[in-house]
């Protein structure tokens, strides 16, 4: 190892430091309240970036809306700013404005230099500087010298998801909230408050949520509304306990104690309502055209006073916006798309509507491929399923169908004996042997089950699905009549040698999970076959237009 420069040889020591303290603040709220409140406590404090969160608490939270929940961001940093002006009021003014950025800088460490956080804290720091020289603030020219500062110190940023929703939050705090308020003055402005600020934030984010998620929870404006003063309470609650937490580990850990029931409540609520029916809902992801396209007309209602009294005219163009490419997409789309799973091959159908999926998912694989993929094309439901494997063993259709419904499931005839487990789909068919039937709109022929070969036509195309490929097998199918030549193969890349390939006469393989030996790689060269790899290639994509193509990720478009 080289040595360190002077710079990492000053910072070493910093940052060791500053997480020696951030493990202490965990330790605190973990001894409270254990797993998995503790975690989230701290998470709510110096956000989840510094903090093991367990996943399935992330996930319910992000699912219903409650993400920025487990972010340090504005809200944290007012909460400090507050408190250090308010302890350091007797002091002379540097000494002061030292103190109060000193702190805060501190704080910006302990969350590991989010550009959510520095942008809050350099705001902050307006704030400190204008109320010590008693001036007043100018929040869109700190929000912007905040950008600048921010990208000259790293411009990759502005590529940054959580700077983009931090700088677009904000701003709808500005512009959105007052007006919002002013159109709510007939509640009493606590409650009123507690309305327009999630509202606001809710809708100036969504479009960049569709863009890169493509999915949207309907429940989400009022859940944020309903547990917006029980994340006050709990974020004081841990800001408290890891002050104390910093001198005794045993004193903080009985203020976070206090808070148990409201961790817990709010976990609890995330967890419910991200089992709700229709929670996430896909829109399917929407271009940079239509961000730009919705975002310039949240301005027109904003800045033309005229539109602002049709503002209900505005909302229903957006939404149309959004919602008639995504429903003509889908109802066009007419595409195969092998993903890249980790065991074994797994297809996705389009066809015009319809939604198939071939291959049996891990949860892992389910979780996070197989899902985001769904979301991403704006599918909401799965028309029909053939799994490889016994309805006993589905842990991964499990995870999946707790995503969005499964209307009908195939499984091998042999396989009918075992007890279907009906909480995966609506309706279970068998899958007969050497028989021809439709599955939904497409031609299915079970060839084999061990190895398992499966014959399906989509278009023009026919396919064969191998799994495991044993080419020694291959023979004896063809010798029976049951296997003849097919334009696409696809097995998960497993094979030792070349042997029985000649009877398949592939114009495309795709292997899957697997990576390729050079031997092999070398076989489908001398015969001219197209060779995709997902291991290699991410998903590969068939369409009737653009023939074949690899997409740069499993969750791609």
Not at 96 to 125: D, F, K, Q
Not at 164 to 185: E, H, I, K, N, W
Not at 416 to 434: E, K, M, Y
Not at 491 to 506: F, H, M, N
Request: net charge neutral; with cysteine.
């Amino acid at each position: 190892m080289g040595k360190r420069s002077p710079v990492q040889n000053l910072l070493h020591p910093l940052q060791h430091w500053l997480w020696n303290i951030r493990q202490r603040i965990v330790r605190t709220h973990v001894t409270g309240l254990g797993v998995p409140a503790g975690p989230l406590m701290s998470a709510m404090l110096l956000g989840k970036g510094g903090v093991d969160v367990p996943f399935p608490v992330k996930d319910a939270f992000a699912n219903v809306g409650l993400a920025h929940a487990l972010a340090a961001s504005g809200f944290q940093v007012s909460l400090l700013v507050g408190i250090m002006l308010w302890l350091t009021q007797s002091l002379g003014t540097g000494l002061r404005v030292g103190i109060c950025v000193g702190t805060l800088a501190l704080y910006i460490g302990l969350t590991g230099l989010e550009a959510s956080v520095m942008r809050a804290g350099l705001m902050g720091c307006a704030v400190l500087l204008a109320t010590v020289s008693e001036r007043k603030v100018n929040p869109f020219g700190s929000l912007l010298l905040a950008a600048v500062v921010l990208l000259a110190m790293n411009p990759l940023w502005v590529w940054d998801l959580g700077f983009q929703l931090s700088f677009v939050a904000t701003l709808a705090l500005l512009v959105t909230v007052p007006a919002l308020m002013r159109r709510l003055d007939w509640m009493p402005v606590a409650i009123a408050s507690l309305i327009a600020v999630p509202l606001a934030a809710y809708i100036w984010t969504l479009p960049l949520q569709l863009h890169v998620f493509g999915v949207m929870s309907p429940y989400s404006i009022g859940l944020n509304v309903v547990t917006s003063s029980l994340i006050t309470l709990i974020s004081a609650g841990s800001a408290i306990a890891a002050l104390l937490g910093f001198f005794s580990i045993t004193l903080g850990s009985w203020v976070a104690k206090l808070f148990y029931f409201p961790t817990h409540g709010l976990i609890g609520l995330a967890e419910w309502v991200s089992s709700l029916p229709g929670n996430n809902f896909s829109a399917g992801t929407i271009t940079p055209l239509q961000v730009i396209t919705l975002y310039a007309l949240y301005v027109l209602v904003l800045g033309i006073h005229r539109l602002r009294r049709s503002w209900w005219l505005v909302g229903v163009l957006c939404i149309a916006l959004v919602a008639i490419p995504a429903a003509m997409a889908t109802n066009q789309r007419f595409q195969v798309t092998v993903l890249a799973t980790r065991d074994r091959p797994l297809l996705v159908l389009q066809k015009q509507g319809e939604v198939g999926i071939i291959g049996t998912p891990n949860p892992q694989d389910a979780r996070f491929t197989v899902v985001p993929f769904l979301q991403k094309q704006g599918i909401n439901a799965v028309d029909w399923a053939i799994s490889f494997s016994p309805p006993a063993d589905n842990a991964g259709w499990q995870t999946l169908t707790h995503a969005l419904p499964l209307h009908n499931f195939y499984i091998p005839a042999s396989a009918t004996n075992v007890q279907p487990h009906f909480s995966i789909a609506d309706r279970f068919h068998p899958l007969p042997l050497g028989e021809a039937i439709p599955v939904g709109s497409t031609p299915v022929r079970l060839v084999s089950l061990e190895p398992l070969v499966l014959r399906f036509q989509v278009g023009d195309r026919l396919w064969l699905l191998i799994d495991p490929l044993d080419t020694d097998t291959l023979p004896l199918l063809q010798a029976n009549g049951r296997l003849s030549a097919a334009h696409i193969l696809c097995w998960s890349g497993e094979l030792e040698t070349a042997a029985g390939l000649d009877i398949v006469q592939p114009e495309v393989a795709i292997a899957s999970t697997h990576p390729l030996s050079p031997a092999l790689e070398q076989w489908f060269q001398q015969h001219t076959v197209t060779l995709f790899s997902t291991e290699r290639d991410g998903a590969v994509q068939w369409t009737p237009d653009a023939d074949f193509y690899p997409l740069l990720s499993a969750d791609a478009e």
